[in-house]
Nanobody, 123 residues
Framework: VQLQASGGGLVQAGGSLRLSCAAS????????MGWFRQSPGKERDVVAA????????YYADSVRGRFTISRGNAKNTVYLQMNTLKPEDTAVYYC?????????????????WGQGTQVTVSS
C-alpha cells in the first residue's frame, strides 16, 4: 500500500490542524495505522495508533486529550485531528501502516510509510 500524508502547515499555539493519510487501497479491516512525528535530531516517535478493526487506539502521553486518530468513511483514509497545538508539537508527521491486528507503537512494527508533512506551531 502507498500512503500520502497531507494537511500540515503553520499554526499558532492553541490552534488546530487535521492531517490526512490517503492510502492507495482500502485500509479499513486490513491495516493497523499509526501517526508518528520526528523533530530535527530526535527519534521518530509514535503519536497515535489504531488497530486494524479501528476499535483499539493508542495515544502518546504528550498528546492524549488533544489529538484524535480516526478513519474516514471512504475506508482508505486516516486522520489525525490535532487541537490545542503547542510549539513542542512542531515536527514532521508521518503516517504508517502494517498488516498486524493490534495497534503498534514502534517504527520497526510498521512496513509502509508516507512521505511526511511538516507541522509548525508558533508561540
Amino acid at each position: 500500500v502507498q500512503l500520502q500524508a497531507s494537511g500540515g502547515g503553520l499554526v499558532q499555539a492553541g490552534g488546530s490542524l487535521r492531517l490526512s493519510c490517503a492510502a492507495s487501497e482500502r485500509i479499513s479491516g486490513i491495516y493497523a495505522m499509526g501517526w508518528f512525528r520526528q523533530s530535527p535530531g530526535k527519534e521518530r516517535d509514535v503519536v497515535a495508533a489504531m488497530s486494524r478493526n479501528g476499535v483499539g487506539t493508542y495515544y502518546a502521553d504528550s498528546v492524549r486529550g488533544r489529538f484524535t486518530i480516526s478513519r474516514g468513511n471512504a475506508k482508505n483514509t486516516v486522520y489525525l485531528q490535532m487541537n490545542t497545538l503547542k510549539p513542542e508539537d512542531t515536527a514532521v508527521y508521518y503516517c504508517a501502516a502494517t498488516t498486524g491486528t493490534y495497534y503498534y507503537t514502534r517504527t520497526s512494527e510498521y512496513r509502509y510509510w508516507g512521505q511526511g508533512t511538516q507541522v509548525t506551531v508558533s508561540s
